[in-house]
């Protein structure tokens, strides 16, 4: 227990020194008691918990299940049995990177709930994800070309650069894999290329969840893949 509330100071202190990733989950007292029990949950990577969680249907973006969403037990098997590491690991990404409290212009399309609601990762709302990323990580090398072996032209922690990310636009220079490494390519301030590890960045998770109040409670109401991705 110890250990886990060590790991959750470290995730909520990610604010401190990040501008760009601000967490809204102390806005509202029940919300944050929800994400810290998902947050156990996902660590632990209990799936019958993790029902608990869900809205009775939850959008997903595989196509899988159809309108209106998959059932609880469709979306435990179709992301967290037939593809689980990448799945826990993507829920884990977006509870660590928090929420941003925004009122839902739709709140009764499809799932009906309450209009106030989270979504994640927080710093969705501060990136064009077609034009601009965010390092996700503390002095992260840029390099000038995409290789371990090429020179570090300067590092980052937690800033947004300019990319051409856009995937059915961008050039082949873009995104490469070399040394084992996804790299991608970012225009900095100075309008010189550089490289960093894809890992590191906003652009590795394509995922968004969204959790909403139904009928008093809390429930994760979609797991989905970004537009455009």
């Known amino acids: 227990m110890r250990n886990f509330i060590y790991i959750l100071i470290g995730f909520l202190g990610l604010n401190t020194n990040a501008q760009l990733i601000n967490d809204e989950s102390y806005l509202d007292l029940e919300f944050l008691k929800f994400k ?34 998959c059932t609880k037990d469709e979306f ?8 689980s590491e990448e799945s826990w690991k993507n829920m884990l990404t977006i509870l660590r990177f928090g929420f941003s409290r925004v009122e839902d212009e ?7 709930h309450d209009k106030i609601i989270f ?17 996700i990580g503390e002095n992260v090398n840029i390099r000038e070309k995409p290789s371990l072996k090429g020179k570090v032209i300067r590092q980052s922690s937690f800033e947004k650069f300019s990319c051409d990310c856009n995937i059915i636009t961008m050039k082949k220079s873009t ?11 970012i225009k900095l301030k100075s309008g010189q290329a550089g490289y960093i590890s894809v890992e590191l ?6 995922k968004e969840m969204t959790i909403a109040k139904i009928d008093g409670k809390w429930k994760i109401i979609s797991f989905f893949n970004s537009p455009g991705c």
């Open 175 to 185: 995104y490469q894999t070399v040394d084992g490494i996804n790299w991608l390519e």
């Open 36 to 69: 810290t029990e998902l947050l156990h949950c996902v660590i632990q990577k209990d799936k019958e918990k993790l029902k608990g969680f869900l809205a009775n249907r939850v959008l997903e973006s595989k196509d899988t299940c159809g309108y209106p969403g």
């Open 76 to 83: 435990i098997k179709y992301y967290f049995e037939e593809n």
């Open 119 to 135: 979504q994640g990762p927080s710093y969705l709302k501060k990136v064009d994800r077609d034009n601009e990323i965010i390092v």
């Open 106 to 112: 739709n709140p009764n399309n499809i799932i009906s």
């Open 201 to 206: 960045t906003s652009y590795s998770l394509i």
